[in-house]
């Protein structure tokens, strides 16, 4: 680690991801915790005009013609229409026959059709639906449509296996991304995850044009995406509003303009108080920060953060990450500031800035009041915290905490010493809460 650089990630694993996490009970296994991430705000069309248009996706009429062509039949035991009448149904609504098996499964789980006793027929989905009704049936498509990522739907594994990867990118670029970068995307981010040889890498750049190309198409069939004027790949109004429904059920941080205009004009103070009571999200601090210079910004933060708890610190800490070197003079004067000298020293350090040196005591403080913050956060919030990454042990880290005099030591202790769930570190935080309290008690005296 070096000397001033306190990056939090790893402590935070350390207390295995959040402060006050009732012990897990040794049988479960334990999920694995997605990060969660932020995503530039998006202007949605009008709810009303993203209903008029799903009828017209193609996927949707065409399930919508399989549906009254099917009437009532006999279906193969999985559920799908047997091989003659699959053949039939493609050849006369005009069907890409490879295409027929998602139509038919879109058609089943969104109500359109149903299956009973080995026979399809009608659904209960009402012929007219309220505006609402019909974009949740729309959330039912995109969702069938994307589930099946993992049984072949595109074609081509490679695409399948990054799909969300790539349907976010596309969200976050509204302009559009060029195919050959969305290929380079799949490709970079394949061999990291893959590891594949320099064979198989090769391989996949020659043939992964080709199927990325089939892949779009299948999307655009499928309403999610469609080509700009300057030839980009972009997200449909409709793809917008469904790849961000699927975003925040996957936990991300996916607003509307509208959701983050309300933050932009409120003060300093008025902002921070949101973070920490998680009713405004990290996406909002790009738009207060854009309506302020950033040494004002950064100077009205550490104001706050300078006479504050932990809590407000660490929401403090995370919009000063969004600063370059423009804000330095505050937070240099910042250094001079009790509470807040070390994560000045850090932040100037980050951004190869003279800075003084940190001691291990100071990167212990840090550390302490880090994990303060957490008890303080809203989820949301402490999602968004990103505390230094110390390397140490977790349980030396803690008997080093009784020495550093931060207001919060003790409830920091206590809190590990309830809350984790490694029998090693209960005991040395039990022994640590003793050593601090008797130190108070010294000190009092």
């Known amino acids: 680690m070096a000397n001033n650089v306190f990056d939090l990630a790893e402590l935070r694993k350390l207390i295995d991801e959040q402060a006050a996490v009732a012990p897990r009970p040794p049988e479960e296994t334990p999920e694995v915790e997605q990060e969660a991430l932020t995503f530039p705000p998006v202007m949605l069309a009008a ?211 509208a959701e983050v205009e309300v933050f932009a004009d409120l003060s300093a103070a008025e902002l921070v108080e949101a973070l920490v009571k998680g009713s405004a999200t990290q996406s909002a601090v790009a738009g207060w920060l854009e309506r302020r210079p950033p040494a004002q910004a950064a100077h009205d933060l550490i104001e706050i953060a300078a006479e504050g708890t932990a809590g407000q610190r660490g929401a403090v800490g995370a919009i000063l990450e969004e600063l370059g070197p423009e804000a330095e003079a505050p937070v240099r004067e910042a250094l001079g500031l009790p509470l807040m000298r070390r994560y000045a020293a850090s932040w100037l350090h980050i951004r190869d800035l003279d800075a003084p040196t940190l001691s291990t005591d100071d990167h212990t403080w840090i550390a302490v009041d880090s994990l303060a913050a957490l008890m303080h956060l809203s989820a949301p919030a402490a999602g968004r915290l990103d505390p230094p990454e110390p390397g140490e042990d977790l349980i030396r880290l803690v008997t080093e905490m009784p020495a550093v005099e931060h207001p919060d030591t003790i409830a920091v202790l206590d809190m590990l010493a309830t809350a984790h769930d490694d029998k090693a570190v209960v005991k040395a935080a039990r022994k640590a809460a003793m050593k601090a309290r008797s130190l108070a008690h010294t000190k009092l005296g």
Do not use: K
């Open 47 to 257: 709810d009303a005009e993203l209903a008029e248009i799903v009828p017209t996706v193609p996927l949707v009429a065409d399930a919508i013609r399989l549906m009254s062509w099917t009437g009532t039949r006999e279906v193969t035991p999985e559920g799908l229409p047997a091989e003659a009448d699959a053949r039939a149904a493609a050849a006369e609504l005009g069907i890409d026959a490879a295409r027929l098996r998602l139509v038919w499964v879109v058609a089943v789980n969104t109500g359109l059709l149903q299956i009973s006793g080995g026979q399809a027929s009608r659904g209960p989905l009402p012929a007219r639906l309220t505006t609402e009704a019909t974009l949740e049936f729309w959330d039912g498509v995109v969702m069938d449509v994307l589930d099946r990522a993992d049984d072949g739907l595109t074609g081509s594994a490679v695409v399948d296996e990054h799909l969300a990867e790539m349907l976010a990118t596309v969200y976050s670029v509204r302009s559009g991304v060029a195919i050959a970068n969305l290929a380079r995307g799949i490709l970079q981010s394949h061999e990291v995850a893959c590891e594949p040889g320099a064979v198989e890498m090769r391989r996949l750049a020659a043939s992964l044009p080709a199927e990325l190309l089939d892949a779009l198409s299948l999307l655009a069939y499928c309403g999610l995406v469609e080509q700009t004027a300057a030839g980009r790949t972009a997200l449909t109004p409709l793809g917008v509003w469904a790849i961000r429904r699927d975003l925040l059920r996957e936990g991300h941080d996916a607003p509307t303009t």
